[in-house]
């Protein structure tokens, strides 16, 4: 449900906040209140077109903020918000934000994190359905409307096996259209893939072998330089008159004569001796290594090759050793498919064949209920209407079942929604023949229709907030009576949010909202507020007519009704 509504800056308001409450509330006001930019910005929130004559005047900027209880919406919002990299909702509250400036800025946030105006808009189709002169309303796609029969039938199971089927026929052609290719295409995919799979495996690679290679080959293409470094640390050591063994061996003598002078100096010649030591095992590991170093052209020859053979493997397959190996098994097996197509595809055909004859079957059974489903929502909605003042209007749904001929000559893609497509179908007067609902050009007619509609699917429909704009046109007397009880009934379903005129409509609401305009410091300024009881016969008052004690009892009357 929409808990709160904060408006800023837009049109007449300049700073607004509204806490809704849950059932039904209804708002109401004199004509040119501001009662209009609360759907407003309620279009805004949800994706809409932003105008920027809608911010007010002197105002730099506007923005819209709403509050969601989630927490009984039955569409999986959490996977969605996950993969649009948005914010999880914290104790099931789905913040929504919207702001746009005069410079043509649009920012919009869900739960704080930055978004766009298409996820706005899907988060919205979840969340609010607005009837009226606007353009927010779901019930309108055909789409939509084969969800509502299909919940009104209760054939959710008989649609999601159907869609399983359709998973399964997607996977095979997916499967098949991989081996279908002409001759030439063919001999050219087995030429290459052979060729692939021998280069790789003749190579005969080591996950890791390329940086021993590497190591190697360097320690080979400098052998000579290595050799002589080598000889010439070797001769500072020992080998020259002058090395450091030599000078070592004299300042050894130097400290045995300080030694037998100073006894204290004994320290010194211990630390004397263990780098003479340090300096002999250096001696020893460094003539190992030079006797480890090999000046072997015909080695770095095949070093030098076995790199190059690297190199290539890696630009051609794989970043990696291990990805030019998992490439390799990869052509392996599509080889091993390929040169076994006849096989494979016979295989497949058969799989096919008998995926499409039970998805056949599904689709058939899934229309069969859905035609039977039809005359009692079109009854049901139909009586509905007849309470709301079209005493012989028909609502209709019109259904076509594509055939097989239908799908194989026109190459139309498999939905997972049956072979159905559904329009919902009115005649407001008798004589007339049934018109899709989105023909309807009278608003007042297409939110009477929708609210029958609302009322019979209330059970069934997910969406959980609904608001009627000019539900009450061309509506009065009795029927304004039954409006209002059908409002009341939806709202034990749903949350629900009615603009209206009537006071009777008015009268059956949970929480009252009055809208009104006032002018401060030379600025026109829109406002609403919760009526207490008191207040709201004084509202209902004036729109009875006026202020006359008849008009206050009858307002009474409406109240104490409820």
Known sequence: ???????????????????????????????????????????????????????????????V??????????????????????????????????????????????????TTLNVLAAIGEWLVDIHGPHDHQSLLHPARQLAILDAFGGLAEDRAAFGRWVDRRAALVLEKSALIVDEQTYAQQLDLLRFQVKEISSARLQADEDQQVEQEHQRASNAARLLQLAQVALDLLDESENSLLTQAGIVGRTLQELQRVDAGAAPLLELHEQGVAALRELQSGLSRYAEKVDIDPTRLSELEERLNLIHSLKRKYGASLAEVLAFGEEARQKLQSLEQRDGELARLNAELTKVEGELWRQGQILSTRRRKVIPQLGKKVSQQLADLGFQQSRFDVAIHTASKDEFTANGARFTHHGFDQIEFQFAPNPGEPPRPLRAIASSGEMARVMLAIKTVLAAEDEIPVLIFDEVDANVGGERANTVGDKMRQIAAKRQVLCITHLPQVAATAGAHYLVTKQVKDGRTLSDIKLLGRKERVVELTRMLGGQSDAARKHAEALLAGQ
């Open 1 to 63: 449900m929409l808990t709160t509504l904060r408006i800023k800056n837009l049109a007449l308001v300049a700073d607004l906040t509204v806490q809704l409450q849950p059932g039904y509330n209804v708002i109401t006001g004199e004509t040119g209140a501001g009662k209009s930019i609360l759907i407003g910005a309620l279009n805004l929130i949800l994706g809409e077109r932003a105008e920027r004559n809608l911010i007010r005047g002197g105002c730099d900027s506007c923005s």
């Open 65 to 114: 903020e709403a509050v969601f209880d989630v927490a009984r919406l039955k569409s999986s919002l959490k996977t969605f918000l996950d993969e649009n990299g948005l914010e999880p909702c914290e104790e099931n509250q789905l913040v929504l934000k919207r702001t746009f400036t005069n410079a043509g800025t649009n920012r919009q946030f869900v739960n704080g994190s930055p």
